[in-house]
């Protein structure tokens, strides 16, 4: 069996062990003759799938108990609209921090629900940066504050969760499990499935109990967090496989050693490539200041433009498929998420060395 080394930006790679364990389940879960989805999201095989990758989340988050975890469905992109809906609150003026293209995203949706206010906007710098703190006007009787904590396109990350009295709320699709976050200073987290743990499908949302009183007036229930809470995220058929996939996933994490280790082989991941493009007498750049790098993504351009296709071309034949950078930005990208192995990256820096070395 030949795999590739995945760098696409979602959906991406899951871990080989993950494929292996789903494929040996799949006609046949534990004895029952059926496959998992097969099965009635009400049976007790499946409620202790979904407890179980619930608890074993919250271990791996460090969630605070009284915090709830729902697991829905439409993507992060559907939480844009979800966010505003539920928590901006009646007469509701609502902060976001500008990063980048999703976090643009996340603004013009919000603002078909209420006023929006942009913080701060790193636009200007061509989104090279999280905007210094000390220019962001903050609206402190805000409903809540939305920031982006990992720009999937542009691979700016923020350092530290922003400082904020009104409720955080983050958009972590890109970066959730990928390294330790401190849920307790967030109202609010969300995080697509098809990035650091699992596939399309499933969006977790994890929020303190606290919020969960504004969820009223004109949002359906299926769309009301309080509702979905209530039901225990089974309102509706749930994704069931991509719940018992992540499952799958968050259980090969705690096998892994958990989020501590997974930081450091990322960081180590994020470090060979990014030490590749610093060290290549400007063949390869990113454009991001370094205190702002992403760890999940590396975006970079070649100073000949017109080489691209033909690196992207040989990065394919060489077995590195995913590279093509975002339609907004062009370019190159990697994702560098869980899945991607630290041997994965060391194949493609040794392959932009040899690039760089026939073409420079
Ligand atoms: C991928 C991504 C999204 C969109 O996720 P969907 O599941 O496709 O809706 C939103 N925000 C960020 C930061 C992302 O990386």
């Known amino acids: 069996m030949a795999r590739s080394h995945n760098f696409s930006a979602g959906p991406t790679a899951v871990p080989l062990e993950v494929l292996n364990q789903a494929y040996d389940e799949f006609h046949d879960f534990a ?11 009400r049976s007790p ?18 969630v605070p108990a009284h915090y709830r975890v729902l697991f829905v469905q439409g993507g992060a992109s559907l939480q844009f609209a979800q966010v505003p809906m539920n928590l901006a609150g009646d007469n509701g003026s609502v902060d976001y921090l500008h990063t980048g293209l999703w976090s643009g995203k996340a603004i013009e949706a919000a603002r078909q629900y209420c006023e929006v206010r942009v913080v701060a906007s790193a636009q200007g710098t061509g989104f090279d940066r999280v905007p210094a703190v000390e220019d962001w006007q903050l609206n402190p009787k805000a409903a809540y504050l939305h920031y982006t904590e990992n720009e999937t396109v542009h691979g700016v990350q923020f350092a530290e969760p922003p400082a904020s ?17 401190d849920i307790a200073r967030h109202g609010l987290v969300y995080a697509a499935a098809q990035k650091n743990m699992g596939v399309a499908g499933l969006t977790v949302v994890i ?6 009183d504004r969820c009223h007036g004109f949002t359906p ?14 309102l509706n058929t ?28 990322n960081q180590t991941k994020a470090s060979l490539l990014y030490e590749t493009l610093d060290g290549s007498d400007g063949f390869y750049r990113n454009p991001v200041q370094p205190a702002y790098r992403s760890i999940n993504n590396v975006p970079f351009r070649l100073a000949d433009q017109a080489l691209e296709a033909a690196f992207l071309r040989e990065a394919e034949a060489a077995g590195l498929h995913g590279l093509k950078g975002h339609a907004s930005v062009g370019g190159i990208r990697a994702s560098l998420y869980n899945a991607i192995s630290v041997e994965a990256v060391a194949a493609l820096c040794e392959f932009m060395g040899a690039f760089a070395r026939r073409y420079g």
């Open 31 to 41: 004895g029952t003759g059926m496959s998992i989805m097969e099965m009635s999201h």
């Open 238 to 265: 749930p994704a069931t496989f991509p719940w018992y996939l992540t499952g799958l996933t968050l259980q090969w994490i705690k096998r892994s050693g958990g989020l501590q280790v997974l930081h450091q082989r």
């Open 207 to 212: 929020m303190d109990p606290a919020l969960l």
């Open 221 to 234: 229930d299926i769309l009301n967090y309080a509702c979905i809470s209530d039901a225990q995220s089974m």
């Open 45 to 62: 095989i499946f409620r202790a799938i979904a407890e179980q990758t619930e608890a074993d989340l919250r271990e791996l988050l460090e």
């Open 165 to 181: 009295e009104a409720p955080l709320v983050c958009d972590a699709c890109s970066s959730l499990l990928s390294k330790p976050i």
